[in-house]
């Protein structure tokens, strides 16, 4: 049997990374695939305000999750929010996805986290049966601004 061990990525995991940042991006804008970008993994990975966890399965990198730690300024406490997960299709329902929230959130727990704000893109139909099988829904709504356009033009 396979084991699936989850941890934190650092700069040494970039060029495990890259290629699934690129098959990520494939994933939610279609079009030609991406060439993986070590030089950008490597961004990710030091960034100072982003965490990444990774998912491995015989030392080989088959998911991640991009992960932010914020304040809440209403109740002063902090809190986790998620923009990314992604698992490689061959490794897609065996409960990889559902082993890296798990890890994101026993991280929360022992962070103090209010609790885990997941961004998720609305119109990807497979992955809205996790989303709503272990998440609720929020009473926010996400909207972008542009900033590359002045807002009221």
Known sequence: MT??????LGPEDAHKLAPLIAENAQ????????RPDEFYAE????????????AFTDDKLIGFA??????ELITGLRIG???DIYVHPDHRN???GRKIIE???????????????WIVPGKNTPAVALYEKI???????????????VAGD
């Open 3 to 8: 084991t699936t061990e989850i941890k934190v």
């Open 27 to 34: 994933a939610l804008k279609r079009g030609a695939p991406r």
């Open 43 to 54: 961004r990710i990975l030091g960034d100072k305000t982003a965490e990444v966890l990774g």
């Open 66 to 71: 991009v992960y932010f730690d914020l304040p």
């Open 81 to 83: 929010q998620m923009d």
């Open 94 to 96: 065996q409960g990889v």
């Open 103 to 117: 890890t994101l959130v026993a991280e929360g727990k022992s962070r103090g986290w209010l609790h885990l704000r």
């Open 135 to 149: 998440a609720e829904p929020d009473h926010r709504k996400s909207y972008l601004i542009p900033i590359d356009r």
